[in-house]
Nanobody, 116 residues
Framework: VQLVQSGAELRNPGTSVKVSCKASGYTFTKYYIDWVRQAPGQGLEWMGRIDPEDGGTKYAQKFQGRVTFTADTSASTAYVELSSVRSEGTGVYYC??????????WGQGTQVTVSS
């Protein structure tokens, strides 16, 4: 099983960024994909999850309306899109396979830097 994320991104404030998480080695639709952020000097922060089988999503209140989770089952890839990013959006974004409430596989992380 592998989760491979897209590379680092640098964005100006107010723009959007989309991070991908390509899954392999298992049936993509059988597990939720959760997204977690780690801001500089901070702990891990749960952003939400997507069910790739039906596209159902759940967002942490803090991120509601500011991020969008999608999944392309034909490519076994999950995405998180951050809209109108601000400097507080800087951090490392991780995807993780949710195996009945615990994370058994993680992506390598994607550094997103928001700076003018």
């Amino acid at each position: 099983v592998q989760l491979v994320q897209s590379g680092a991104e640098l964005r100006n404030p107010g723009t959007s960024v989309k991070v991908s998480c390509k899954a392999s080695g298992y049936t993509f639709t059988k597990y939720y994909i959760d997204w977690v952020r780690q801001a500089p000097g901070q702990g891990l922060e749960w952003m939400g999850r997507i069910d790739p089988e039906d596209g159902g999503t759940k967002y942490a209140q803090k991120f509601q309306g500011r991020v969008t989770f999608t999944a392309d089952t034909s490519a076994s890839t999950a995405y998180v899109e951050l809209s109108s990013v601000r400097s507080e959006g800087t951090g490392v974004y991780y995807c993780a396979r949710n195996n009945r409430g615990w994370y058994d596989y993680w992506g390598q992380g994607t550094q997103v830097t928001v700076s003018s």
